[in-house]
């Protein structure tokens, strides 16, 4: 990293100020899982109830981030561990601006969602969706896993290349199982566990009302 000639500026307003204005601590929620298991549609639930309660939120969605500041990275194996390092980058600022994160990419190699938890610290949280290849590929909610099994696609995760199952997740989530609401209920209780949103918020919540996305 070039950093020779660059020096820090100390910001007046400190992240520990914000929270405190906005009343609840940031996060990066780090959704990971198999194209289709869900990462977008929880992520989003999960926003929409936490901007119901007042919270301040942002989803960093795959296909969105590649059209702008990824929109120069490939699929290769390289491209995307450098796809994950501008993510968890971006997450870090987030988490400064006093925002909880909702970053929902396959992030399929552990040693890439290793390196993001060096730069966050507890700040991420890994939430793995756990859904079966076979039930993805039911899903099939892009028509991607048709084409890569026709060999249109190289390097598609769980057909030709793999999904690296996280070891230590804050949270499991069983999307093949569990209803969106279900799912979106214990990624709220776990924020309520760890400090992010208190009882006052999680009161607010509309979980019932969740739209279906
Ligand atoms: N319990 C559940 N949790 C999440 N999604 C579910 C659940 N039950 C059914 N679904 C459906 O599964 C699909 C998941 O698609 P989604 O786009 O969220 O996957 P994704 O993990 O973001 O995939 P990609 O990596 O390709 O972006 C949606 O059509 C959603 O409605
Ligand atoms: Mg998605």
């Known amino acids: 990293m070039i950093t020779d000639n660059v020096v820090w500026h100390e910001p007046m307003v ?24 869900g990462k977008s ?21 795959g296909d969105n981030v590649r059209h ?39 992030s399929p190699f552990r040693e890439d969602r290793r390196r993001a938890k060096k730069l966050l610290g507890d700040d991420m949280l890994e939430i ?5 290849l076979q039930e993805c590929e039911r899903r099939d909610v892009k028509g991607m896993y048709k084409r890569a099994r ?5 390097d598609f995760t769980g057909i030709s290349s793999p999904y690296e199952i996280p070891e230590h997740a804050d949270l499991i989530i069983h999307t093949d199982q569990d209803s969106i609401q279900e799912c979106t209920r214990k990624v709220l ?18 979980v019932k009302d969740a739209p279906a996305v």
């Open 189 to 206: 209780d776990m924020l309520l566990q760890r400090g992010i949103i208190n009882d006052q918020h999680l009161q607010a919540s509309t």
């Open 68 to 106: 702008g500041l990824c929109g120069d990275l490939s699929f290769s194996a390289d491209a995307r561990s450098e796809n994950i390092r501008r993510i968890a980058e971006l997450g870090k600022l987030f988490v400064d601006a006093g925002v909880i994160a909702l970053s929902a990419f396959i």
């Open 150 to 154: 026709r060999g249109e696609l190289a």
């Open 14 to 37: 400190k992240r520990a100020d914000r929270a405190s204005r906005q009343g609840h601590n940031s996060a990066v929620l780090w959704f990971t899982g198999l194209s289709g298991a």
């Open 128 to 132: 793995h969706c756990a859904c079966s």
């Open 41 to 61: 549609t929880i992520a989003h639930a999960v926003e929409y109830e936490l901007h119901s309660m007042g919270c301040h939120t942002y989803v960093l969605d």
